[in-house]
């Protein structure tokens, strides 16, 4: 609008307008040059009002030809002569001090009753218009209202030839020189196509709540920001969160496990910035209880999806799945009995370690059991399954808690030492090992007694793991044949070359 306004009184118009936004109710009329189609400049009035109503909120700016009203006031027939309605496409109805039709332009048409233009003069407004609900909306409490407030504003859903419509209806009292009210202008502004669409907007909505509402998935929606706007009540009955806690907070405050923060504020950042792709990743959220949940997460930004308007995540909680792999996991790399790292798990270490850059050296010592064939026999295996049990707890008490222990099988044991340089160290280890394991183990059956014979390789950067621990193997038959209980390092005590 303010493209048509003089440049010499876009000031004032901007300045009414915005004054009018701070409050409810009218401005004063001000008087304003507009370029007219045919390129002249005329005077017409400017009333911005400001509207505060359930179903519409803002600014209503109602421009219309200058009247000589003080002057017109006292003859009713000044307004039936000429309104200047008829000069814009706004729906405009023209009504006296007893709420009786005066005039009605051809914006209003649409929304008369089944009346004639030209029959609707001298009409109560009641008989014109045919609410849906209250009718009594156009009748004397129109004229008071207006004549009170000078401008008031009411929806009404209408009976037309074409269907309902829907019209927010602005009531502006026109004065004479008395202040008194002259005529009543109403200028109707059609929300069909809006109330429509928030209607269509709201079904949509329910039918998505409807449809989360009990899903064993979490389900939310969050904005550019990751602030949840939305959360199904899964989220309080599987996590324990309020739902008034999670809305309207970053879903990292309640939902994320804080060790995936960073991973999940950059998974679904991606997926904001890529919408209608649907992205599935794993992320740990965690319960009220601090529970850690791990969860299958399918995610896709809909911003302009009525209802949605945001990202929708859905999480589908795998935690006993992920429990599962992770056991069979260690399974696999675990020896079943003692619990101890198997031989997989413990080449795999090894060759990590001897190809890391800043090893200075490693110590591999080999344990065999010296009598343990005489407890399987005296005592029966499940007493000599006791033992071993017992013989790596002892094993994992005397190393280090960065060292590791693994069996290989039967009665051998395998110890890994990083950043063991020094022979002196490795062989005080193997003392430790040898002297704990010495100790009876006692038994429902009895005192059992087991000794321990050690070998010793030490192995430089790069060195092969296999042939690390087959020295470490021999060294330890050099012990045995020592006499047992003893340790010994590999024949020339040398590292084992990389």
Excluded at 344 to 352: G, H, N, P, V
């Amino acid at each position: 609008m303010v493209e048509f306004v003089h440049p010499d009184d876009l000031e004032a118009a901007l300045i009414s307008m915005a004054g009018t936004a701070d409050r409810v109710g009218p401005a004063e009329p001000i008087t304003l040059r507009f370029m007219h189609a045919n390129g002249d400049w005329i005077r017409l009035e400017l009333v911005a009002s400001s509207v505060d109503h359930e179903a519409f909120t803002g600014l209503v700016v109602v421009v219309q030809p200058i009247q000589e009203l003080a002057a017109a006031a006292p003859r009713d027939d000044a307004c039936r002569d000429d309104t200047g309605i008829d000069d814009t496409p706004v729906p405009c109805i023209v009504v006296d001090r007893q709420s009786a039709v005066v005039r009605v332009n051809g914006g209003a048409s649409r929304y008369l009753r089944d009346v004639a233009d030209e029959a609707v003069a001298g009409r109560p407004l009641v008989d014109v218009l045919a609410p849906v609900n209250d009718p009594s909306v156009f009748g004397p409490s129109l004229i008071e209202h207006s004549r009170r407030d000078g401008r008031w504003a009411i929806e009404t859903e209408l009976q037309c030839h074409d269907g309902n419509r829907a019209v927010i209806w602005t009531a502006s009292a026109q004065r004479d020189r008395a202040g008194a009210t002259s005529f009543v202008v109403l200028s109707g502004l059609d929300v069909t196509a809006q109330r429509a669409a928030e209607s269509a907007l709201r079904a949509s909505e329910e039918r998505f709540r409807a449809l989360v509402a009990n899903t064993n998935d979490v389900v939310v929606v969050v904005d550019d920001r990751q602030i949840v706007t939305y959360a199904s009540p899964s989220v309080q009955r599987i996590l324990g969160w309020p739902l008034d806690d999670v809305v309207g907070r970053p879903i990292e405050r309640y939902l994320i496990h804080p060790a995936d923060v960073e991973l999940g504020s950059n998974r679904i950042h991606e997926v904001i910035t890529h919408p209608n792709v649907t992205n599935r990743f794993e992320l740990r959220f965690h319960s009220a209880h601090r529970l850690e949940r791990h969860m299958e997460i399918t995610a896709v930004a809909l911003p302009d999806v009525p209802g949605v308007h945001g990202t929708v995540i859905t999480a589908h909680d795998v935690t006993e799945r992920h429990e599962r792999e992770v056991e069979l996991e260690r399974r696999s790399l675990h020896d079943a009995l003692t619990g101890l790292p198997n031989r997989t798990l413990l080449f795999d270490r090894l060759a990590q370690t001897l190809h890391r850059r800043q090893t200075t050296g490693v110590a591999i010592l080999f344990v065999d059991l010296d009598g343990f064939k005489s407890v399987n026999d005296n005592f029966g295996h499940d007493i000599g399954d006791q033992v071993l049990i017992e013989v790596a707890r002892r094993l994992v008490a005397v190393v280090r808690e960065e060292d590791t222990v693994a069996r290989l099988a039967g009665d051998e044991f395998v110890i890994l030492c990083d950043e063991v340089e020094d022979p002196a160290l490795a062989a005080e280890l193997a003392d430790r090992v040898v002297a704990s394991v010495s100790e009876p183990v006692m038994t429902e059956r009895g005192e059992a007694v087991v000794g321990a014979s050690v070998g010793i390789s030490m192995a430089g950067q790069n060195a092969d793991p296999e042939l690390a621990v087959r020295v470490a193997d021999q060294a330890m038959y050099r012990a045995k044949r020592s006499g047992k209980g003893m340790y010994s390092f590999s024949e020339d005590e040398t590292p084992v070359p990389g």
